[in-house]
Nanobody, 119 residues
Framework: QVQLVESGGGLVQAGGSLRLSCAAS????????VGWYRQAPGKQRELVAT???????EYAGSVKGRFTISRDNVKKTWYLQMYSLKPEDTAVYYC?????????????WGQGTQVTVSS
């Protein structure tokens, strides 16, 4: 069984920073691409940032230059460092990973962590 556990969300004032973490555990052979998505109230879930196993990154235009995704493969953990937060960044943030077990590869989601940015 694979589990993704997020941490680091909370309440911050506009202009502040937060770092989200996502730790994977369970029977894992390898972790491929990882990412962060977010869903604001009344809106669809959207991509925030992704990071492949080869180091390629992709960011949503709205966060480019303010957010940085990184990973620690030894710890099976990836991060989203968020700077210059804006009220419109308020959302539930979900981590994602393509995880290979012995005979299969599939996508897994974390449970979500709330980020609230006050103006």
């Amino acid at each position: 069984q694979v589990q993704l556990v997020e941490s680091g969300g909370g309440l911050v004032q506009a202009g502040g920073s937060l770092r989200l973490s996502c730790a994977a555990s369970g029977s894992i052979f390898s972790i491929g691409a990882v990412g962060w998505y977010r869903q604001a109230p009344g809106k669809q879930r959207e991509l925030v940032a992704t990071l492949t196993s080869g180091g390629s990154t992709e960011y949503a235009g709205s966060v480019k230059g303010r957010f940085t995704i990184s990973r620690d493969n030894v710890k099976k953990t990836w991060y989203l460092q968020m700077y210059s937060l804006k009220p419109e960044d308020t959302a539930v943030y979900y981590c994602y990973a393509d995880i290979s077990q012995q005979f299969s590869t599939k996508g897994y989601w974390g449970q979500g962590t709330q980020v609230t940015v006050s103006s």
